[in-house]
């Protein structure tokens, strides 16, 4: 009994390993249509392939057994004498290669540059990174249609969108609210929902190297170093060199006034135009009903000016289908306090970590300390 049941065993497997070379059989003899053959050898190839491929359709395992050798033959024949030329296999390489770059720049993951010192300490200019495109959702190649939605972004995460005022211009910055929060800079502080983001003086003088887009002259720029938490995310934060003693003149009860002190009042000024409460940005219409145009403003919320330099004045409200970006570098960045909230459907995704960082071309060229680090 426990020979037959080996024997049985054994067949079955001898038989699975004559249908799995007659299904790579089938392969080399596909591999071979278009090549160059006689008649007579095209119809050999043809009609043997076609009993292979018939005994597998019915997992006749003696009919292939049977139909095999004939098969292997001509494709062996035909293999030695059709070689395919290099430069079709070349080309056929190189092609398989885009395609599959293609797909994953479309779908999956996209490199960007970081030109403009914004979002410095976090990143630098000349950082390469990779954005992870899946995480928000696939959208349809060349438009902004979703195929479904994998996650909604959050606050404190750093992402690449297309700038509502210039669609054709990536940016990237930090999320600091989302649709339906209020947000505000008092005095330099961010509040969003009416609280003070968590911050701390890291270094009271620092400085960091900026390139003129323009004229693309490097110079060295003056900050302050603070520690910013928003969203689980901890991240450093560039402001002012003059920010830490105004803070501890502040603190310290010394008379601040709104008027004297312009600066620091909120920190809109473009999203706040007192003659009309609503955000009259750039922002993409496309097919909006005025109703829906008119939402997608936002709105700046005005308050009775307190006699606090540093009380609330007033707060933006985040229309929903939007978020609210700043840079880290909040002494020098151009983000949504100048031209307003970013449509969702313009974020294209999520930076995940530095692939290579490009310095000064008279120092260190190749930042190599900065490789590999996530961004967070």
Request: net charge positive.
């Amino acid at each position: 009994m426990a020979f037959a049941l080996g024997a049985t065993s054994s067949a079955g497997r001898w038989d699975r390993r004559v249908m799995q070379e007659a299904r790579a059989l089938l392969k080399d003899a596909r591999s071979l249509r278009g090549a160059k053959m006689s008649t007579d050898d095209a119809r050999a190839l043809k009609e043997r392939s076609e009993a292979v491929q018939q005994a597998v359709r019915a997992k006749d395992v003696a009919a292939a057994r049977a139909a095999l050798p004939g098969l292997d033959a001509i494709v062996d024949k035909l293999s030695a004498e059709v070689k395919r030329s290099p430069w079709r296999e070349y080309v056929e390489s190189i092609g398989i290669a885009i395609l599959i770059a293609l797909l994953l720049r479309a779908f999956v993951v996209e490199a960007f540059k970081i030109p403009s010192a914004s979002m410095i300490p976090t990143m630098q200019i000349g950082d390469f990174i990779f954005v992870n495109k899946f995480l928000y959702g696939v959208r349809v190649p060349f438009s902004d249609d979703k195929v479904f939605d994998a996650r909604q972004p959050q606050r404190g995460e750093v992402i690449v969108f297309k700038n509502p005022c210039t669609p054709e211009r990536d940016f990237i910055k930090r999320i600091v609210a989302l649709g339906g929060d209020t947000v505000e800079v008092r005095c330099n502080v961010l509040y969003v929902n009416g609280k003070s983001v968590p911050e701390e003086l890291v270094s009271a003088t620092c400085s960091y190297w900026n390139q003129d887009e323009t004229t693309k002259k490097w110079e060295l720029k003056p900050c302050s170093h603070y520690r910013e938490t928003l969203g689980g995310y901890a991240y450093s934060t560039h402001h002012s060199e003059m920010r830490p003693s105004e803070d501890a003149r502040r603190k310290g009860g010394t008379g601040w006034t709104y008027e004297a002190e312009g600066s620091y009042g909120s920190d809109f000024p473009k999203l706040h135009r007192p003659a009309d409460e609503q955000v009259p940005q750039c922002d993409q219409t496309g097919k909006q009903t005025p109703a829906e145009h008119a939402a997608a403003k936002g709105k700046v919320v005005v308050t009775t000016p307190p006699a606090d330099a540093c009380g609330q004045r007033l707060h933006y409200v985040v229309p929903a289908g939007h978020v609210f970006m700043m840079g880290d570098n909040r002494f020098n960045s151009n983000d949504s306090r100048e031209w307003g909230p970013v449509p969702l459907a313009n974020i294209k995704g999520k930076a995940m970590f530095i692939w290579l960082s490009l310095g000064k071309p008279e120092s260190t060229w190749i930042r190599f300390h900065r490789i590999g680090n996530f961004v967070h």
